[in-house]
C-alpha cells in the first residue's frame, strides 16, 4: 500500500489516486475526495486574488472560517505585499489590491 503523508495529497498524479481509490473499505476514498475538494477551493481562491489584482474587483469579502484557507494561497504569491486585508468585526477581513506595494 503506498504510504502519503497528509502535505502530500496535492501532488498526488492521476495515476496514484488510482490506485488508491481501490482501497476503499480503509477510508482512503475520502481522503482524495478531500484533496479534490481542497484543490478546487484553492483555484476558486487564486481566481478571486487575479480578479482583485485586475480591478474585475475592487474588494473581496473573507468570513472567518474561510480565512486561513484564503491566507495559505494569498502568501504564495509574488503580489502579496499589494492586498491590504482589513478586519472586521468577528473576524471577517476585507481585501483589497493596492497599485503599490504596502512596505
Same mark, same amino acid.
Given at each position: 500500500?503506498?504510504?502519503?503523508?497528509? +502535505?502530500?495529497?496535492?501532488?498526488?498524479?492521476?495515476?496514484?489516486?488510482?490506485?488508491? +481509490?481501490?482501497?476503499?473499505?480503509?477510508?482512503?476514498?475520502?481522503?482524495?475526495?478531500?484533496?479534490?475538494?481542497?484543490?478546487?477551493? $484553492?483555484?476558486?481562491?487564486?481566481?478571486?486574488?487575479?480578479?482583485?489584482?485586475?480591478?474585475?474587483?475592487?474588494?473581496?469579502?473573507? $468570513?472567518?472560517?474561510? #480565512?486561513?484557507?484564503?491566507?495559505?494561497?494569498?502568501?504564495?504569491?509574488?503580489? #502579496? $505585499?499589494? #492586498?491590504?486585508?482589513?478586519?472586521?468585526?468577528?473576524?471577517?477581513?476585507?481585501?483589497?489590491?493596492?497599485?503599490?506595494?504596502?512596505?
Amino acid at each position: 500500500m503506498l504510504q502519503i503523508q497528509e +502535505k502530500e495529497w496535492i501532488a498526488l498524479t492521476i495515476v496514484e489516486c488510482e490506485i488508491i +481509490k481501490v482501497d476503499l473499505e480503509k477510508g482512503i476514498y475520502d481522503k482524495i475526495k478531500m484533496v479534490k475538494v481542497v484543490q478546487q477551493l $484553492k483555484e476558486e481562491i487564486t481566481e478571486i486574488l487575479d480578479r482583485l489584482m485586475t480591478g474585475e474587483l475592487s474588494e473581496y469579502y473573507v $468570513k472567518n472560517e474561510d #480565512f486561513m484557507e484564503f491566507r495559505e494561497v494569498l502568501v504564495k504569491r509574488n503580489d #502579496f $505585499k499589494h #492586498f491590504r486585508g482589513i478586519g472586521q468585526r468577528g473576524g471577517d477581513v476585507l481585501y483589497q489590491y493596492l497599485k503599490e506595494p504596502r512596505s
